[in-house]
């Protein structure tokens, strides 16, 4: 049985989306959906309750991912597990995909490839995209996509880790490359910022997260690194993209010295959540096509009580998204 573990702060408006592309077309017994509501003052838990006996909920009282995570995973069963963002979306048919991969020889850890649902996006965050989708690192690495999939010993490396806010950044480099597969067959819908603001949002934060990374030991941060020879041969490849690198580099500088004060304090508590992205109705239509629209699933409402109730003693203040 594949185990989905998905932590969520205050996503009660776009988990649904996420809980109906996972059950729909799901066999009986084939998934244990775990949802680790943490630190959340919305309605996350019961939204999540409301999918009924398809969907486990957990809830914890502080607002911490890392916390929502050792909390699925002791209550997990089996292996392959599926660690997944609540506001991205992922079809039944793209975990079964990933599990697919787990079983190849010297295979460790998978992700799905990426698909950026850009409709109603501003010129500002689209050329930042523009860019960022071309970088190599973001082509090659299990970041950045709010999917990661490990089977059991891949899930070895990951026993213990600190944590840290660049969580998944931090979880990609505890693999080799060649420990680690990106999945054709498998494809995650990013929701990107609908406001300048909420880009600057997300850098900011990526950038204190991986300055944090750098600081630990054995970690080297650098994937997310913006470098200039990237940028370079983005400008040799397609020289009409001048204008979008000229822009795209002047957003990670000010996102950079928009972290200082953070970097300075050593503050890598305070999570700078984008909340633009999850405004609208949360079965939205991942793409302009609407291939990937949810069908809605007939749930049956259960109530939540004590045993959905999960003791920490993590005191990080960092929500899950």
């Known amino acids: 049985m594949t185990t989905v573990i998905i932590p969520a702060h205050n996503e009660g408006r776009v ?10 077309g799901a066999d009986p017994g084939e998934m244990d959906i775990i949802v680790v509501a943490n630190g959340c003052t919305d309605d996350t838990a019961e939204v999540a309750a409301s999918f009924g006996p398809n969907v486990r909920v957990l809830t914890l009282p502080a607002a911490s991912k890392h916390a929502a995570l050792t909390a699925g995973d002791r209550a997990a069963e089996g292996f392959p597990r599926i660690y997944v963002d609540a506001d991205v979306e992922l079809r ?19 992700a799905p490839e990426r698909e950026l649902a850009m409709t109603g996006r501003p010129w500002q965050v689209r050329w930042y995209y523009d860019v960022w989708t071309l970088l190599p690192g973001v082509q090659s690495g299990l970041w950045g996509r709010g999917v990661i999939a ?4 891949g899930h070895q490396n990951l026993a213990d880790s600190p944590p840290l806010q660049a969580d998944d950044l931090a979880a990609s480099l505890m693999f080799e490359p060649h420990e680690t597969a990106l999945v054709p067959g498998a ?9 300048f603001a909420g880009l600057l949002h997300r850098r900011a934060r990526s950038a204190t997260g991986v300055a944090q ?13 913006t470098r200039i020879s990237d940028l370079t041969a983005i400008i040799r490849r397609r020289p009409g993209m001048l204008p979008q690198v000229g822009y795209f580099l002047s957003v990670a500088v000010f996102a950079r010295l928009r972290a200082i004060p953070a970097l300075a304090r050593g503050d ?25 629209a949810a069908v809605p699933v007939a749930a049956v409402p259960r109530q939540l009580d004590g045993r959905d109730q999960v003791r920490t003693t993590d005191n990080s203040s960092s929500p899950s998204t």
């Open 15 to 24: 988990i649904p989306r996420l809980l109906e592309q996972l059950i729909n």
């Open 187 to 195: 494809r995650v819908v990013i929701h990107p910022p609908k406001t």
């Open 92 to 110: 039944v048919d793209d975990v079964r995909a990933l599990a697919a991969a787990l079983c190849q020889p010297g295979v460790l850890a998978a």
């Open 268 to 292: 890598y508590q305070t999570w700078l959540r984008d909340e633009s992205s999850r405004t609208g109705p949360a079965t939205a239509a991942a793409s302009s096509s609407g291939a990937r």
């Open 150 to 153: 490990v089977n059991e010993a």
């Open 213 to 225: 990374i750098e600081r630990a030991q054995d970690l080297d941060g650098s994937a997310d690194r």
